[in-house]
């Protein structure tokens, strides 16, 4: 009795994880099939703009100089001026050493070695460096990106007649993610395909309401006008989650926002070991949903059953049917279930590489990542709640009083 009460309450879970899978599968593909891809366009464009790149760095040695590199092999002709700027944020590896190369290499390059944050104020993430360097930049639109972004030579001249054409006041360009590490195959394309469900481009692109607003931090295109409108960096200065509120702030002044698929013409490698990738987002993950608990564990619950769940139903049928196999007529539901959902988990994976190309490797170890992401989820709320081991970069995070 016992075991058939345990098959029975599988079922029920296998039946949740089965109308989960649907619904992720829904919201995935009609958010992706909606999403504009930034394309390449040559290098004309219908004005010829000054643009200022910006790319704040805080111990970036592994990262800068290819950053820059790729940077400067944008094909842009006719832009009145085309600058970089390495806000170095107080790096304490060789991160300044390579900024001040790059600088003397190319008359374009400024190395900005970032001063300490004021006392009395607060200052988080990138915020104060992005601040210093639009200062000093001087140029109609203001690019942002980070150190671990890798550009095509043609994504900037697509991303500006993206926005010139548009007239976007803020365009924010979704990067292809690098994996490397085993860790990052495990979880980035989890997170990468919850983010796409949580923030539906076209929800993004054709709404105004605030609470629709989102940005993706690796790259950001203002139109500095714009960022001037809305105080920049410098007022939202003590915000974790920058990328998100500056785009909440854009729709605040009445401006405009558009979110792009750019994973045709630039990329990023977010975390290069498990420890980095632990610390970025359990940093972020709370904070992504306002601080909403019950969201929070929603999508937490969403995550084990779309991800979890089908393979801990293959692991428990195998297992009944060696312990007991005169049970067999009564775990043919179970059987069929777990079928179910693993096809329905194949679907989802396909879909999301053949769409947005979502890496597949490691697809069959998809239960320990979404094992991973709850734990993300938990931890996560904690740290936002406590402080404990809340940091950035090793910096914390915790507000001081």
Not at 31 to 36: Q, Y
Not at 167 to 186: G, T, V
Request: charged share 15%; with cysteine; net charge negative.
């Amino acid at each position: 009795m016992g075991l058939d009460k345990f098959i029975l309450g599988l079922d029920g879970l296998l039946g949740v994880a089965l109308v989960a899978i649907a619904a992720f599968y829904f919201k995935l593909t009609q958010s992706l099939a909606s999403a504009p891809r930034l394309q390449p366009v040559g290098t004309s464009l219908p004005s010829a703009p000054s643009v200022d790149v910006v790319i704040p760095a805080y111990n970036e040695a592994d990262n800068i100089r290819a950053c820059v590199e790729a940077v400067l092999a944008t094909e842009l002709s006719g832009a009145q001026r085309f600058d970089v700027w390495i806000a170095d944020d107080q790096s304490t590896d060789a991160t300044g050493a390579i900024a001040a190369e790059l600088a003397a290499q190319h008359g374009n390059v400024h190395h900005l070695v970032v001063p300490p944050r004021p006392e009395g104020e607060v200052w988080r993430g990138k915020n104060w460096a992005c601040a210093q360097a639009a200062n000093v930049a001087q140029g109609d639109y203001l690019l942002f990106i980070d150190a671990d972004v890798r550009l095509s030579p043609g994504a900037i001249p697509a991303a500006l007649a993206e926005a010139q054409i548009h007239q976007a006041d803020l365009l924010s360009c979704a990067p292809k993610i690098e994996c490397s590490c085993f860790s990052e195959w495990l979880v980035q394309p989890i997170i990468m395909s919850a983010i796409a469900i949580a923030y539906d481009f076209e929800a993004i692109n054709e709404s105004t309401a605030v609470d629709n607003a989102f940005a993706a931090g690796p790259f950001m295109l203002f139109r500095r006008a714009a960022y001037d409108k809305i105080g920049g960096h410098a007022a939202i200065g003590d915000v974790i989650v920058e990328d998100v509120e500056l785009a909440r702030q854009i729709r605040r002044h009445g401006l405009k926002l558009r979110y792009v698929l750019g994973i045709d013409l630039l990329s990023v490698r977010m975390y290069s070991s498990f420890a980095t990738l632990w610390e970025g987002w359990t940093k972020n993950y709370y904070l992504g949903t306002e601080e909403n608990l019950p969201l929070t564990l929603l999508s937490a619950f969403t995550i084990a059953m779309v991800f979890v769940m089908p393979w801990v139903g293959l692991l428990a049928s195998l297992i009944v049917t060696l312990l007991k196999p005169e049970l067999s007529s009564s775990i043919a539901l179970l059987y069929g279930l777990t079928v179910l959902t693993l096809a329905g988990y194949g679907l989802l994976r396909i879909t999301g590489y053949r769409q947005v190309g979502v890496p597949l490797r490691y697809w069959w170890l998809s239960s320990v990542g979404g094992l991973v992401v709850v734990a993300i989820a938990l931890t996560s709320i904690v740290k936002t709640k406590t402080g404990w081991g809340w940091t950035w970069r090793g910096r914390s995070l915790k507000p001081q009083h």
